[in-house]
């Protein structure tokens, strides 16, 4: 194996640059060339590549987004656009692909591999929802900028004695509003996952402010409900001051922490191992600490599971 692809897909998150490098410096370390693709599946079936030196690659460890760029494309689900990805393929004597990104782009990666392509994956996206591994690359980052956010909208609902009902990203799942509610001290947390009482929520946050709380933070998952509807439904039910902020996409930009550096860089290393080890149609993941790996196609019938125990903890020590 000599020549290499890689592709970023998807939403992009914090730590895509970090894994790109990673796989470049790797890869060049055991002789390789590494080409990159332009946006995604889009880039390959345009044929849009370019080699990527040691140097392409230099200060991009701490920068958010993709030097690659990135889209959702739908033209690769179709017999054409897989045509013509082949054709790029071939035409740039590829050896073998990794795609960097989320559920839609291991989607790609599987269909990819049933075309007789050798391709690896690594995990990325700030939702942190891809099953068989405990980290997708991105959620740090995502989950402290979410924390930086609920600090401060806390330190301005204290001064107005105010609720204040905070939209998180997320998708259909609840990762991110669960650790960084947890983390910023939620009063409650709002999850696709779990189902919820509007009237119980309302009364939990009556129960504080009058306990002596000067606010109440609301932290409420994209996929749990629109936070609109809350937060007139608390205004009307219990006459308080609601105020709303929707994050938005400020939670996938920024530079990567630590944790997300380092372990782009760790799984950036391992899918040149993979590679090496004539191991194809495998995702990169990590288990209790430990780099791995496993089947694209098993992780594609498996869903990322809330932990409940966390779940709970959030709700008692949110009172
Ligand atoms: O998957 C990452 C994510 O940021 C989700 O949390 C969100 O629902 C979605 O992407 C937004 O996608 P777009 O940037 O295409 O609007």
Excluded: W
């Excluded at 980052?141 to 204290?158: E, F, G, M, P």
């Excluded at 009364?203 to 409900?225: P, Y």
């Amino acid at each position: 194996m000599r020549r290499i692809a890689i592709l970023t897909s998807g939403g992009d998150a914090p730590g895509m640059n970090a894994a790109i490098r990673a796989i470049v410096r790797k890869g060049i370390y055991h002789g390789m060339k590494i080409l990159g693709i332009s946006r995604g599946f889009a880039g390959l079936i345009d044929g849009d590549f370019m080699e990527l030196d040691g140097t392409a690659v230099s200060d991009i460890i701490q920068r958010g987004g993709t030097i690659l760029r990135t889209a959702r494309s739908d033209e690769f689900l179709e017999e054409e656009g897989q045509r013509k990805a082949l054709e790029s393929l071939k035409k740039f004597e590829i050896d073998a692909v990794v795609v960097i990104g989320g559920n839609g782009s291991l989607r790609g990666a599987s269909r990819l591999s049933s075309l007789g392509v050798f391709t690896l994956a690594i995990p990325v996206t700030i939702d942190n929802d891809i099953p068989c591994t405990d980290y997708s690359i991105g959620f740090d980052t995502t989950v402290n900028t979410v924390v930086d956010a609920i600090n401060k909208i806390r330190d301005t609902a204290t001064s107005h004695e105010r609720v204040f009902v905070i939209e998180v990203m997320g998708r259909e799942s609840g990762f991110i509003a669960l650790t960084a509610g947890l983390a910023g001290g939620a009063e409650s947390i709002l999850i696709p996952e779990m189902g919820y009482d509007m009237e119980m929520v309302i009364e939990k946050t009556v129960r504080g402010l009058n306990r002596g709380k000067l606010h109440s933070i609301i932290v409420v998952a994209e996929g749990a409900g629109d936070v609109m509807e809350i937060s007139e439904k608390i205004r009307k039910t219990a006459g308080l001051d609601v105020r709303v902020t929707i994050l938005g996409h400020l939670q996938r930009g920024g530079s990567p922490s630590a944790f997300d550096r380092v372990t782009a860089s760790r799984m950036g290393s391992k899918a040149i191992e993979l590679i090496l080890g004539n191991k194809t149609n495998r995702m990169v993941g990590i288990r209790s600490g430990k780099i791995g790996h496993i089947n694209i196609d098993t992780v594609l019938k498996h869903e990322a599971k809330i932990d409940l125990e966390v779940y709970d903890l959030a709700g008692i020590l949110g009172k």
